[in-house]
C-alpha cells in the first residue's frame, strides 16, 4: 500500500519561495509522480511530473520556469521548488502517483492510483 505525505505549505508573500515535499511509503522505484494544484472553484491542474529512480522531468506549461521537481530516492521524497511566487499560485497542492513510470498523461489526473492529503500554499 502507497500512502503519500505532503508538507511544506505555507502563507507568503508575492515574491518569495516554498519548497513542498512529498514522503512516499512503500514502493518507490520506477513510479511517474506529479504534483498537483487546485485553486478554489477551479480544476485539478498538472504542474510537473518525475519518474521516481530515473532523470524523466515534466512540466506543464503554466510552470513557466518557476517550478523545479525533484527527488531523493534515498529519502523516498519528491520535492517541488517554486520561486517568485504570485497569489496566482494560491492553492492546495497535491502529490500523486500511479503505479506504473509510463511517462504520458501526465496532466490527467484520473490516471494516478494515490494522492496525498494536500498542503495548502497561500500567496498574498
Known amino acids: 500500500h502507497v500512502q503519500l505525505v505532503e508538507s511544506g505549505g505555507d502563507s507568503v508573500e508575492a515574491g518569495g519561495s516554498l519548497r513542498l515535499s512529498c514522503v512516499v511509503s512503500g514502493y518507490f522505484s520506477k513510479r511517474c509522480m506529479a504534483w498537483f494544484r487546485q485553486a478554489p472553484g477551479k480544476e485539478r491542474q498538472g504542474v510537473a511530473a518525475?519518474?521516481?529512480?530515473?532523470?524523466?522531468?515534466y512540466y506543464a506549461g503554466s510552470a513557466n520556469g518557476r517550478f523545479t521537481i525533484s527527488q531523493d530516492y534515498a529519502k523516498s521524497t519528491i520535492y517541488l521548488q517554486i520561486d517568485s511566487l504570485k497569489p496566482d499560485d494560491t492553492a492546495m497542492y497535491y502529490c500523486?502517483?500511479?503505479?506504473?513510470?509510463?511517462?504520458?498523461?501526465?496532466?490527467?489526473?484520473?490516471?494516478?492510483?494515490?494522492w496525498g492529503q494536500g498542503t495548502q500554499v497561500t500567496v498574498s
Open positions: 500523486a502517483a500511479r503505479t506504473d513510470s509510463d511517462f504520458v498523461n501526465l496532466q490527467l489526473a484520473r490516471s494516478y492510483n494515490y
Open positions: 518525475i519518474v521516481t529512480g530515473a532523470h524523466n522531468k
